[in-house]
């Protein structure tokens, strides 16, 4: 599967768990547990996608700037689940925080799949964007394997 693919597999599942974080009320278990799978998620995915799209990228000049660009995102985020994570669950600052981070991940998402991937196509032959996305796959599957 080619590296553009596979990641957007992963968007999907992001996105989709915001939206039930975002829905979410109070101090609940229900809340904790799918912010620790959003904090999860976005960690393995960042991890791997720096290893087989950004690394890639960052060698070749064309893709060099968006790939730190993208690099540099993924601390940010890093940054906004830290806010999420020292803010007290039922407090109005947890949930702005929480936007707030949805709001970036959105965004980044979006610059990621509309941006970044037609570029990616033009530098990565279609045999370098398949064997990266086999090797962005099972590195996703071993960071799932090592789940709980
Ligand atoms: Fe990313
Ligand atoms: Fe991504």
């Not at 553009?4 to 979410?24: C, G, N, S």
Request: no cysteine.
């Amino acid at each position: 599967m080619k590296i553009e693919k596979a990641i957007v597999l992963d968007h999907a599942i992001q996105r989709d768990l915001f939206k039930q974080l975002l829905d979410t009320s109070g101090d609940s278990d229900n809340r904790r547990q799918l912010f620790e799978q959003v904090k999860h998620e976005l960690a393995i995915h960042a991890d791997a996608e720096e290893r087989y799209f950004y690394v890639p990228l960052i060698k070749i000049d064309a893709t060099q700037d968006d790939a730190r660009h993208g690099i540099a995102e993924h601390h940010e985020i890093e940054e906004l689940v830290e806010k999420v994570e020292e803010a007290d669950f039922d407090s109005s600052a947890w949930l702005k925080h929480a936007k707030n981070l949805a709001g970036k991940v959105l965004h980044h998402l979006d610059e990621e799949e509309q941006d970044y991937f037609p570029k990616a196509d033009k530098v990565l032959s279609d045999e370098q964007a398949s064997e990266l996305g086999d090797q962005y796959l099972s590195a996703m599957k071993e960071a799932r394997r090592n789940e709980d």
